[in-house]
């Protein structure tokens, strides 16, 4: 499916209000190579507003160059409102015109395109080239942030991916079993190492008393003979 013609006529309209908002911004009211002319046409991946010579100079770049679209007649997507607010001549001239000495001529303007775009030769060794990067967080004159889908830029630390914190996993303790030292103190076993240590005083007493309850002395012994009734007699 064709993105534009997901674009109804109310949005439209609503870009075109935007371009010519755009277009009035002194920095944005001529255009951005030839520095001559009015603007009515953009690279939509440059991010400038150019004239309608340049914009044909730019179409012989190569869409992996310039794509141009024009303010008036072309349907935009919100992404590249987006970015053009974003971006404009002032801030892509301060990237691509960095290192150029105001004794360029600019006569032959197709040569300076070339040379500017293609050849990089005056672009700033220092600074990224304004992107998709410049579209997060960036509030625009027209009021709010930019309103790009989320397929088509970076995070930023501002989302809301990540205030969501994760889940959190309830940490399992395992018991330790006893050692063998306790065991030892809970069953008052004798220690492991040398000999083992004499029976107590108290552990003799006990079994004397045991034994005391099982063999009864004789004196104490109550002994009742009882004759036997059917013993045979012998003379």
């Known amino acids: 499916m064709n993105d534009k013609a997901s674009v109804s006529k109310e949005l439209n309209a609503k870009h075109a209000k935007i371009l010519e908002g ?5 920095e944005n009211r001529e255009c951005a190579d030839c520095r001559g002319r009015a603007p009515r046409w953009a690279s939509i991946n440059l991010g400038i507003f150019i004239c309608l010579q340049c914009s044909g100079i730019h179409r012989s770049l190569g869409v992996h160059i310039s794509k141009v679209r024009s303010t008036t007649l072309d349907t935009w997507l919100p992404e590249q409102i987006s970015f053009m607010q974003c971006v404009g001549n002032e801030k892509s001239n301060n990237y691509w015109e960095a290192d150029l000495s105001a004794s360029v001529d600019r006569s032959d303007i197709g040569k300076f395109i070339r040379t500017k775009y293609q ?31 989320r397929k088509a830029r970076k995070y930023s630390l501002e989302e809301d991916v990540f205030s969501i914190q994760p889940p959190q996993v309830p940490t399992t303790t395992r018991s330790r079993g006893v050692s063998l030292d306790t065991m030892d103190e809970f069953l008052n076993l004798p220690p492991k190492n040398g000999l083992m240590s004499a029976p107590s005083v108290k552990h ?17 012994q109550d002994r009742t003979i009882v004759p036997p009734s059917r013993w045979a007699t012998f003379e």
Do not use: C, H
């Not at 755009?22 to 002194?26: E, I, R, S, V």
């Open 22 to 26: 755009l277009l009035k911004l002194p």
């Open 119 to 149: 050849d990089k030769k005056w672009a700033s060794r220092y600074n990224p080239q304004p992107g998709l990067s410049d579209m997060i967080g960036e509030t625009s004159d027209f009021g709010g942030k930019a309103d790009v889908p």
């Open 204 to 220: 003799k007493e006990d079994t004397q008393d045991l034994f005391s309850l099982l063999y009864a002395p004789e004196g104490n």
